[in-house]
């Protein structure tokens, strides 16, 4: 079980983080930074997924074309991974650490393999609940990288700023996941 | 300075999720499933709130306009929005709450992440064959907000009233939403 805030309460501070976060640098982003750890992963078994080029915009190019786009942006980050967008979702994980660190409440096994309700509806064998969410993990980067944005991105960073994309990502999502929550976690006892 | 300001608001930014249960799977789904409502009234506050913020200080000329970034809209962002949705209920996290589910101690969150790298993978891949298809066809010009950001790069869809009049309905509408919905939830995981 974890102590959580009202909903006014995380909602001003959420809300909060996002304008600092605009107000000093830029506005939060989140999936943009899994592409990068997988370049970083893959630049290290690779002679030359990334190189230095004094052509292109931002100084770096790749063979790759979704890693050379924007002038080499995502390249660049990829060669100099200590950059603001990278150390930033790092140090989320690390934000987490240390919520549940302070927390007296701590997290029961049960919950930290699936949450209550998926056991009620699939049970609780932790290698099905694995799978589930690796392939949940697939689906949602696949989709974030070709809409170009995530919850954080498109969903509050986007509409925060009312950009139609925001809303439209946000449209979409909601449409599918609603239908297949409600058909998925439906249980007889409920 | 940029990697201490990363440091601090990108650890700022996990604390809050986690305090605020937005990276609890359980709260998710139930999201979804229309049962709680307390993460869409979280998050539908903290948009209406810091968007009403933000038009003010940018009214006020108190923001660099160089900070605003709108994202483009395309075919990609609707198709790619619903397969997100697909495995967002699927998953019951999203690429932030999966990160700071992690931290604070849930393993199905590290499977998530693992998905994703290879979901992100995936993609990185598959770019070259998509990347001239009508997925990437601008949609409303493009880079295109409600309220006018006062940015010239980025054109808005209602011109002609003040953006912070535009910006300030949908963002009272937002929080009064938020305000409105029911709590059927006690806290209990």
Known sequence: MEKQWSWIKGGLVLGAVFLIAVWLVKPIGVSTQFVIFDGIVWNIFSDDLIKENKNAKEGYSSTNPYLDKSGGKYAKNIANPLNYSFIFVVSMLLGGVLSALLQKLKLSEKNRVAP?????RFGNEPAKRYLYAFIGGVLVLYGARLAGGCTSGHMMSGMMQSSLSGYLFALCVFIISIPVAMFLYKTPRN | MQIIL????GGLFGFVLHRAGAANPQNIINMQRLKDFHLIKV????????????FLLLSL???????ISVKTSYIGVLIGGAIFGLGFAIGGYCPGTCLVGAGGGRKDALFFILGGLL???LFTLSYGFLKSTFLFDKIAGGKTTLADTGVSKFPALIDGIPSIVVAGIIAIAFMLIAWKLPTSYKGKT
């Open chain 2, 43 to 54: 998050i539908l506050f903290a948009i209406g709130f810091s968007s009403l913020i933000l």
């Open chain 2, 6 to 9: 990363a440091i601090l608001i």
């Open chain 2, 119 to 121: 979901g992100a993978l």
């Open chain 1, 116 to 120: 209550e309700v998926w056991r009620n």
């Open chain 2, 61 to 67: 000329g108190l923001i660099d306009e160089g900070h």
